[in-house]
């Protein structure tokens, strides 16, 4: 079956430091990838995706690439800010799937000191 | 940008209530899903409904139903809410798979 693996939390940094959470997907075919966003006491929100591979998706100064030679989809940023302290989820969709189901990841948790 | 509103922020309710927390989408998306957060588990997913009245058990369907009468409105029941339901609820809705999924805000239930 689909299943994504990403890196467990918390990741602590302190303000303008890189970023990077790793995720590493299994999948059928050719899914596509995502990665959200959860601020404290919001749901999720879409960052950025990608839908095949060397796709490159980024937004908000977050990019990841699609690399399907190591089924990856690594999130970075290159110089945090306390406001990007929240919980993100990496995702895949199959390219075929009854019912549009996305797969997620178990969340990494990224605080963010001044 | 696609709106998914949840009724509710907060709710406590009673063990033992029936619940219905209500889910509403305003971009005609056929599809539509309902999951619990958790510490420590992720989201996991409860039911989701692909068309009206259709619907299809996820990882954890037990102690829930849905109902989806209109394409808009995707409601999750609790039938006999118990302390082991309290959680955050979240509502999503998606029209093509490529393009994700949109978040309600999300439920916090507490069952007391």
């Known amino acids: 079956g689909n299943s994504v693996t990403q890196m467990e939390g918390p990741v602590t940094l302190s303000e303008e430091a890189f970023l990077t959470i790793n995720c590493t997907y299994t999948?059928?075919?050719?899914?596509?990838l995502f990665w959200y966003v959860q601020y404290p006491g919001e749901g999720l929100q879409l960052l950025l995706k990608?839908?095949?591979?060397?796709d490159k998706g980024s937004n908000k100064g977050f990019e990841a690439t699609y690399r399907k030679e190591t089924t990856s989809f690594h999130l970075e940023k290159g110089s945090v800010q306390v406001s990007d302290s929240a919980v993100y989820f990496c995702a895949l969709s199959p390219f075929t799937s009854a019912g549009n189901k996305l797969t997620f990841g178990g969340g990494t948790r990224v605080l963010v000191k001044p | 940008d696609v709106k998914v509103t949840q009724s509710s922020r907060y709710l406590v309710k009673r063990t033992g209530e029936k619940v219905f927390l209500e889910c509403v989408q305003d971009?005609?998306?056929?599809?539509m899903f309902w999951y619990r957060q958790d510490p420590g588990l992720g989201l996991r997913l409860i039911y989701f409904s692909y068309d009206v009245k259709m619907k299809e058990k996820g990882d954890i369907p037990e102690g829930y139903s849905v109902s989806r009468e209109k394409k808009e409105r995707f409601s999750l029941i609790l039938e006999s809410a118990s302390t082991n339901q309290t959680s955050m609820y979240l509502c999503?809705?998606?029209?093509?798979?490529?393009?994700?999924?949109?978040f309600g805000s999300g439920t916090r239930l507490s069952v007391v």
């Open positions: 971009m005609d998306h056929e599809n």
């Open positions: 999948a059928t075919g050719y899914p596509s």
């Open positions: 990608a839908t095949k591979a060397d």
């Open positions: 999503a809705s998606s029209l093509d798979p490529n393009y994700g999924y949109s």
